[in-house]
């Protein structure tokens, strides 16, 4: 399904709506379920009106992907944000990695995880909302931040898209799975430090470069 244009708020009165209507969206998301839940039921919690929702965000699926953009917001923010180049790339990744954890291993974001997960086999297009605003536009940003290393020779030539997947898959691993399964509470601050910088170590050092212990 094709997601209508979006026109972005121009006051500060149309920012708080476009907010209200995204907390509404995300708490019924969780509550009931994607599927569940109506834009006509997203409009009576947060207040306003349809066509604020459409104008904001031309339907209720272009409504999730906003949604999901805005959970990753911070975390792309990282590796776009100014001056983020001018960092050592063991502290790049270091900020990005504690970032990522502490934003993924969230109940909310988990929930959010489990009811995509739940519905795409019924809306596929659902899935790709997902990624495409979460996961993969994190990728993306890591991607580019690798590719102007390259240019300016601070990496070799490589895929950087598929190097971007290997750092993240290594922070994420098991402990995501884990954590979707409920299996432990999230883990503390120092254990998701002490996890990513293992990780930093070991992307760029490697097994034989990671010290005795």
Same mark, same amino acid.
């Given at each position: ?8 708020p ?6 708080q ?21 109506s834009?006509?039921?997203?409009v009576?919690?947060a ?18 992907q ?8 911070h ?9 983020v180049?001018e ?6 990744l ?25 519905e ?19 990728r993306?940003?890591?991607a580019?931040y690798f590719?102007?290393? #390259?240019?300016?020779?601070l ?12 750092f ?11 954590? #979707? ?14 996890? #990513? ?9 490697? #097994? ?6």
């Open positions: 399904m094709t997601t209508p244009p979006r026109l972005p121009t006051t500060a009165r149309g920012l709506r476009r907010d209200a209507l995204l907390d509404a969206a995300q708490q019924l998301f969780l509550e009931h379920g994607y599927g569940q839940v834009v006509n039921d997203i009576g919690r207040g306003g009106s349809l066509s604020t929702l459409y104008r904001h965000f031309g339907n209720k699926e272009g409504l999730f906003a949604m999901v953009e805005r959970r990753s917001h975390i792309y923010g990282t590796l776009t944000d100014e001056g180049d960092l050592a790339i063991e502290a790049a270091q900020r990005l990695g504690i970032d990522l954890l502490v934003k993924v291993m969230g109940e909310e974001t988990l929930g959010i995880y489990r009811e995509v997960v739940a795409s086999p019924r809306q596929p297009q659902l899935a790709r909302l997902f990624f495409d605003g979460g996961p993969g536009r994190v993306l940003a890591l580019n590719e102007r290393r #390259v240019q300016r020779q990496m070799p030539a490589c895929d950087t898209v598929e190097l971007a997947g290997i993240l898959g290594m922070l994420l691993g098991e402990w995501h799975l884990i954590r #979707v399964l409920q299996l432990k509470s999230p883990p503390s601050r120092a254990a998701i430090e002490e996890r #990513v910088t293992r990780c930093v170590d070991l992307f760029l050092h490697g #097994v034989k470069g990671l010290p005795s212990r």
